[in-house]
């Protein structure tokens, strides 16, 4: 069974820089995508990184040049890296992975249960 672990949120002051990490176990055949979403209270999940089978990042104009997205080798783990933030960057951050968990299953979205980021003064 895939799971997905999320780490590292907290209170951090404006300006100041978070790591969040995202541990993966179980084994999956195959990985489209490795993905960070955030949630804020009343409002939609939305994506603020992505990474593709390739490599391929995309962040959003609210988190572009702020917010890196680090997978390491094995697959195995996935970081986001958060500078400079702000305020508005307040939410639950979400770890997401699609994929398949073998040849003949389906292609899925996995979740982790989210880290709470309060960027505050």
């Known amino acids: 069974q895939v799971q997905l672990v999320e780490s590292g949120g907290g209170l951090v002051e404006p300006g100041g820089s978070l790591t969040l990490s995202c541990a993966v176990s179980?084994?999956?055949?195959?990985?489209?995508?490795m993905n960070w979403y955030r949630q804020e209270p009343g409002k939609q999940r939305e994506p603020v990184a992505t990474m593709d089978s390739r490599s391929n990042q995309f962040f959003p104009d609210s988190v572009k040049g702020r917010f890196a997205i680090v997978r390491d080798d094995e697959y195995d783990r996935v970081y986001l890296l958060m500078n400079s933030l702000k305020p508005e960057d307040t939410a639950v951050y979400y770890c997401n992975v699609v994929g398949q968990r073998d040849l003949w299953s389906y292609v899925m979205n996995y979740w982790g249960k989210g880290t709470l980021v309060t960027v505050s003064s």
């Open positions: 179980g084994t999956m055949y195959s990985i489209d995508s």
